[in-house]
């Protein structure tokens, strides 16, 4: 592997070629970036665009919002422009950019501008930035703009700095996918003074822009962010332009941090130390650990204190980064060379002065061989330096196998016997190679020490039963003694060699085991949906692996609860819980073998994340005293524990969004719900007191019709304010959920004739047409609520049809349905609005003479039909204008049942 390492590092890099090779497969992007609006990014492009028509490129615009400047318009004069497609949204008739249009012409550039922009409902991307991919897949080259702010990772801290939250948003990999970004960038007096001339906005909006955000710490800030987010993105430019020409760094462009991490203590000083160097820098860092031949023989607590030491270098906001290698220091080079690395940070070398004369130590080769890369020699501090866990450590039992050791002594009498019957062939130093096998199938089957011990046991057995004088334990002859001598040093060597690859090939296979194990957990908890399946999944899972008991706690109403466990488990004593609510409200594990609270039953553990604690998991075994997990199971629980809490988090986050929208739906309600009071209420009573109030203030002045007409329009108002109380009332029946039908069977006509006596003023300048057959099965509903659901529907139509049509009334037997429709000769309704017609508080657009809705009445018919077992649908008629409400009710068993006997009788 280490050759294969230095043979690979004069070789450009394999995941940079393959980048390479995808960028020339299609088109390229360049983004125009800007800090804030009205920096001249638009017009920078138009005009990078002007240079390629200059040069013989095919040149298209796709879109460019001008905004009204008269420089951008006058510069997007002579441009070939691809006319927009227009898509209806909502009554509106928005114009985007035509995608088809621009693959057909198929152009060398196309420009497009404000790259975040969100695409109207119905298109075939909902975000300019998939249409620009798509193009770009294509093989068209793009010219876009973009705005900082609009960056996804930026969007909480620009909201941070100018307290507005941008909705229009593009994820970083837009950027990191652009092949070139240039900055245009503008001081912010300079583009203080362009919105004072009104080169950017109008004049009343450009002085809000000037008090809420183009402020000049604002418009500094935002700067900073633009300059470095471009920084960022051209030094990854830079490292991928090196690894794919296989250049050696460090090209000092940028600083980057390296710091060498092993087993030893003193290398969590090693890790705050470049922690706090690529901070003051502002660099990216990493903690490179090599893996060498001699890390398979370290002790369970060495590993212990690696693994917690790559921990800490990833909550320090590190790399942690695993590399196989014979040498630390020629790795580290490799690694810093191909990584465009500046600085290296290494522990001080530990051992005496004598020994660099035979093998020197890392930080001498590394100080060597580092060339152009700083080298920060620091000397740890093991006391004060290590990464605590605040857990007690099990220690590891080595397991005695007899049965090894028995077997070693098969081993050795089988090879006794096969020495006993070539003795006779083969000279007697040749058979001590026949005891070796025994001693290397030991070493195989077994490992070290049963090897050793047959070694042992073997050398006794070729001593007495074939070095002369036989069948005793001296030896006459000086070569028996040196035959004797390399038989014991050849066995001892081979056998711990042997022994060596038998542990690193176990190790391998209890890695290959744990790592499927953990990948099949993620992948299990990939695909859960809900909190409750996280929370068992990773119970199981500890159990399983862990072999213990599991209960896990999460925050509930201020406090800790169990939410799960395995075996199922809810009660904990007094002790438990103060531990559980110490490690959840300090973040820490209490409880056994902790440094806190260690007189509790269980090892609570937080459940962490980049944010906060989630939860607590709680551990406990059969074995009563004593610490719970050896350091191997500590860092396996680290590794569960990881995933568990990013699942946790993640349908926390889920459940936020939700909560989100809802909060969103019922501000959009109450907006709704107070505009609708705000003017249906109004309205009415604003008709009653007037009406009232004249009749007061002039009735002995009035004539008997005009006294009758006031009076007639305070009892329409009333009934309409009637009305309007009702649906309101009934709305909320429905949001709550205690709409409880009274069904029993009814005729459907009777029920209509009552709704129409009900509406006979309503329908005064219309004519009503009934069509309900005789025959007509009853149905089963509430007569009541069925009533106020025709009546709505008479309303709605007589509300939209024109004075003098005629609402038709229809009722037929469908397929195992009763279905009545509610008919009008109106405009009908826009196609657009079918679907929501039966949305709470929508209203379809309608003419000045169509009095106003509330739009509660049809949403009412929807949940009081589908509370009484049935469905309610809304179309346009297809015989001529007009909208169609068509309710299905199901047949009642009973009568279909009857209807099947009477055809079983004929």
């Not at 297809?878 to 279909?896: C, H, K, M, Y």
């Amino acid at each position: 592997m280490p050759d294969d390492n230095r043979e690979q590092a004069g070789r450009p890099s394999p995941e940079a070629l393959l980048e390479k090779a995808r960028a020339e497969t299609r088109g390229r992007l360049k983004i125009f970036l800007g800090a804030a609006p009205g920096v001249g990014k638009t017009y920078e492009m138009l005009a990078s665009g002007r240079a390629k028509i200059a040069d013989c490129v095919d040149v298209v615009v796709g879109v460019v919002e001008t905004h009204g400047r008269k420089e951008t318009q006058a510069m997007l004069a002579g441009f070939e422009i691809v006319p927009r497609v227009t898509v209806d949204y909502r009554g509106r008739r928005l114009e985007e950019m035509d995608i088809d249009a621009i693959i057909a012409r198929k152009p060398d550039l196309v420009l497009v501008d404000e790259l975040a922009h969100s695409n109207a409902e119905g298109s075939r991307h909902p975000k300019r930035y998939l249409d620009v991919k798509e193009l770009l897949d294509r093989g068209i080259d793009v010219y876009s703009t973009l705005n900082i702010q609009h960056v996804e990772s930026l969007n909480d801290v620009v909201s941070q700095i100018t307290r507005i939250r941008v909705r229009e948003t593009v994820p970083d990999k837009v950027i990191d996918m652009a092949d070139d970004v240039e900055i245009i960038d503008l001081t912010p007096d300079d583009l203080i003074k362009r919105l004072h001339d009104g080169k950017v906005y109008m004049a009343n909006t450009a002085e809000r822009a000037l008090t809420n955000y183009f402020t000049p710490g604002n418009l500094t800030a935002l700067r900073e962010l633009a300059l470095r987010r471009t920084a960022q993105r051209v030094d990854d430019q830079l490292l991928n332009h090196m690894q794919a020409h296989a250049i050696s760094g460090p090209w000092a462009a940028s600083e980057r941090v390296l710091v060498s991490v092993d087993h030893h203590p003193a290398s969590a000083s090693l890790v705050r130390y470049a922690a706090r160097m690529a901070s003051r820098l502002r660099a990216p860092w990493a903690a490179v650990y090599v893996e060498t031949n001699r890390s398979i023989n370290l002790s369970e607590v060495e590993r212990d204190t690696l693994a917690a030491n790559m921990r800490l270098a990833e909550q320090l906001g590190g790399e942690a980064i695993t590399v196989p290698g014979r040498e630390t220091s020629e790795e580290l080079i490799r690694y810093a060379a191909s990584n465009n690395v500046t600085h290296i940070v290494i522990g001080a070398p530990k051992q005496p002065t004598w020994r660099e004369w035979f093998s020197p130590s890392a930080a001498d080769l590394l100080i060597r061989k580092a060339g152009d890369i700083s080298v920060h020699v620091i000397s740890g501090d093991e006391q004060k330096g290590g990464a605590q866990r605040g857990v007690k450590a099990a220690a590891a039992r080595p397991a005695f196998d007899l049965r090894a050791y028995l077997l070693a002594v098969v081993y050795v009498a089988i090879a006794l016997v096969a020495g006993i019957v070539l003795d006779q062939v083969l000279d007697v130093r040749n058979l001590a190679l026949v005891f070796l096998m025994a001693v290397l199938t030991s070493a195989v089957l077994h490992g070290l020490r049963p090897a050793l011990f047959s070694c042992l046991l073997g050398a006794f057995a070729f001593n007495f039963f074939f070095l002369p004088p036989r069948y005793t334990l001296t030896i006459s002859d000086p070569e028996s003694v040196l035959a004797l001598f390399f038989f014991l040093g050849v066995a001892i060597v081979a056998s711990n060699l042997t022994a060596t690859v038998q542990r690193q090939a176990s190790a391998a296979r209890q890695r290959a085991r744990t790592t499927e194990d953990l990948y099949l957990f993620s992948k299990k908890l990939a695909g859960t949906g809900t909190l409750d399946d996280v929370l068992w999944a990773t119970a199981f899972q500890l159990a399983s692996m862990l072999r213990v008991r599991v209960v896990l706690l999460l925050p509930e109403n201020g406090t800790i609860a169990v939410r799960a466990g395995y075996p199922p488990d809810d009660t904990l004593d007094d002790a438990d819980i103060a531990a559980a609510r110490w490690a959840w409200e300090h973040n820490h594990a209490a409880g056994r073998g902790a440094d806190t609270l260690p007189g509790a039953k269980r090892l609570y553990v937080p459940l962490r994340t980049g944010r906060a604690a989630v939860g607590v998991i709680g551990l406990d075994s059969d074995r009563r005293d004593g610490p719970l997990l050896t350091p191997e199971q500590q860092r396996l629980l680290d590794a569960l524990a990881d995933q568990a809490a990013l699942a946790i988090e993640r349908i926390q986050l889920v459940a936020d969004v939700d909560q989100a929208k809802l909060a969103a739906e019922a501000d959009r309600l109450r907006s709704a719900l107070l505009t609708s009071i705000s003017h249906d209420l109004k309205t009415p009573l604003a008709a009653v007191l007037g009406a009232s109030t004249t009749l007061r203030d002039y009735f002995a002045s009035m004539s008997e019709e005009d006294r009758k007409d006031l009076l007639s329009t305070v009892v329409d108002e009333s009934e309409r304010l009637n009305r309007f109380i009702a649906n309101l009332l009934d709305m909320t029946r429905i949001e709550s959920g205690a709409m409880e039908p009274n069904s029993a069977l009814h005729d459907v006509g009777d029920i209509v004739g009552s709704a129409l006596r009900r509406a006979a003023k309503i329908l005064s300048h219309h004519g009503v047409h009934v069509t309900i057959p005789a025959d007509l099965p009853t149905v089963r509903v509430d007569p009541v609520l069925f009533e106020q659901v025709l009546f709505n529907l008479i309303d709605n139509a007589a509300k939209y049809a024109p004075e003098g049509s005629t609402v038709e009334i229809k009722g037929w037997t469908g397929t195992g349905d009763v279905m009545v429709q509610v008919a009008d000769s109106g405009p009908g309704i826009p196609d657009n609005d079918l679907d929501r017609v039966f949305d709470t508080f929508y209203r379809v657009r309608k003419g000045d003479q169509v009095r106003a809705g509330t739009g509660l009445g049809l949403s009412i018919c929807r949940g009081f039909v589908e509370a009484m077992g049935g469905t309610i649908t809304a179309a346009n008629r297809p015989d001529r204008s007009g909208a169609v409400f068509t309710i299905r009710l199901p047949r009642p068993q009973e009568i279909t049942n009857d209807i099947t006997k009477l055809e079983d009788m004929k």
